[in-house]
């Protein structure tokens, strides 16, 4: 247990110490070296970075729902979407004004349920990652 504890921080020093010598300061720019491998392209590739903005983009997403949600009822409120959905909630809105509550009530539950969908698969894929990265480093030991 010891030994392989010792080895996943001793690969986890060598992949910051490569990745510190390809990575350009002045640049702030990854360049990856001739002698770069199909192992480093796996371990270096920028699928977390954009896994965490996604996730982040989500949840900043279900907060905005549940913002429109809890002020739905209030007397002349507008909802809070993104120009996307603007487009799709005025698409679906019935000219008469009584009904228009229940439908932006019915929209927004539906893109919350949507965008719940794709925050479970993002955070899903970054756990498969992690599992990866975790296989690499122990030698696919467990």
Do not use: C, W
């Amino acid at each position: 247990m010891l030994k392989t504890k010792f080895y996943f921080i001793f690969v986890i020093f060598f992949i910051i110490s490569i990745s510190f010598n390809n990575f350009s300061l002045a640049q702030n720019t990854f360049t990856p070296s001739s002698e770069t491998n199909f192992a480093e392209n796996i371990l270096f590739d920028d699928t977390m970075s954009n896994l965490k903005k996604a996730i982040l983009h989500a949840s900043k997403k279900q907060s905005l729902y549940a913002y429109n949600i809890s002020n739905a009822t209030t007397p002349e409120f507008n909802p809070v979407l993104e120009q996307d959905e603007y487009r799709q909630l005025a698409s679906i809105l019935p000219p008469g004004e009584e009904n228009n509550r229940k439908v932006m009530m019915e929209f927004i539950l539906t893109k919350m349920s949507e965008n719940r969908l794709k925050y479970n698969a993002y955070f899903s894929l970054q756990k498969k990652k992690f599992e990866i990265l975790r296989q690499v480093a122990t030698q696919g030991k467990k």
